[in-house]
């Protein structure tokens, strides 16, 4: 069965510091790894991918993988309001080919202060 | 490139009944997922689709079904609903690829289901 969790939060962060969301998974066979994030009423949007352990940074986000210890993050530099959401971690296995299904944490909560 | 599309986005029905969502996937991508959201249960993946063939399967009864097409549109059904089948349904397109990019999943607004 697998699992992946999440600290739901809510995370306070003040603006302008760096907001760090961890997320653990069981499956060590899991491959691909992502974050999305999900305003209210709205449905989940791409903003990290990561496959192989260490940091992969784009823009102001940087994801980071330990596959050993079965761990991923998301660090949001620079917090801004609009930043404010919850971040859903979701992993996947590959079995051989395409798109397998993702399992999703519950997410965590992200609010940014001005 | 245009998104994910699904239709309709929103669904009012009553127990007992049946109801067919749809989902057109991005441009170009061949695999469709489709996922049940939910305040208590969250994101979770119901079956994707690649080729028109059911490729995995989550835990769901097999009231849930669907199916893809050959322009990779897709479609699920619900039957015999449920008040616990009131959900947000998303679906989800992806391009094979390999790479930095690859499982990559885009979703769609979603169709938000009331079951009455």
């Known amino acids: 069965q697998k699992e992946v969790e999440q600290n739901s939060g809510p995370l306070s962060v003040p603006e302008g510091a760096i907001a760090s969301l961890n997320c653990t998974y069981s499956d060590r066979g899991s491959q691909s790894f992502f974050w999305y994030r999900q305003y209210s009423g709205k449905s989940p949007e791409l903003i990290m991918s990561?496959?192989?352990?260490g940091d992969k940074e784009d823009g102001r986000f940087t994801a980071q993988l330990n596959k050993a210890s079965q761990y991923v993050s998301l660090l949001i530099r620079d917090s801004q309001p609009s930043d404010s959401a919850t971040y859903l971690c979701a992993v996947n296995m590959y079995s051989g080919g395409g798109a397998d299904g993702l399992t999703f944490g519950k997410g965590t909560h992200l609010i940014i202060q001005p | 490139k245009a998104g994910v599309t699904q239709t309709p986005r929103y669904l009012i029905k009553t127990r007992g009944q049946q109801v067919t969502l749809s989902c057109s996937p991005i441009s170009g991508h061949r695999s469709v997922s489709w996922y049940q959201q939910t305040p208590g249960q969250g994101l979770q993946f119901l079956f994707e689709?690649?080729?028109?063939?059911?490729?995995n399967k989550g835990n769901f009864p097999g009231r849930f079904s669907g199916r893809q097409f050959s322009n990779s549109r897709s479609e699920m059904n619900v039957s015999t609903l449920e008040l616990g089948d009131s959900a947000l349904y998303l679906c989800?397109?992806?391009?094979?690829?390999?790479?930095?990019?690859?499982?990559?999943?885009?979703f769609g607004p979603g169709t938000r289901l009331t079951v009455l």
């Open positions: 989800a397109s992806s391009a094979v690829l390999t790479g930095d990019s690859y499982n990559e999943q885009f």
């Open positions: 990561i496959y192989s352990n």
């Open positions: 689709y690649f080729s028109e063939t059911q490729r």
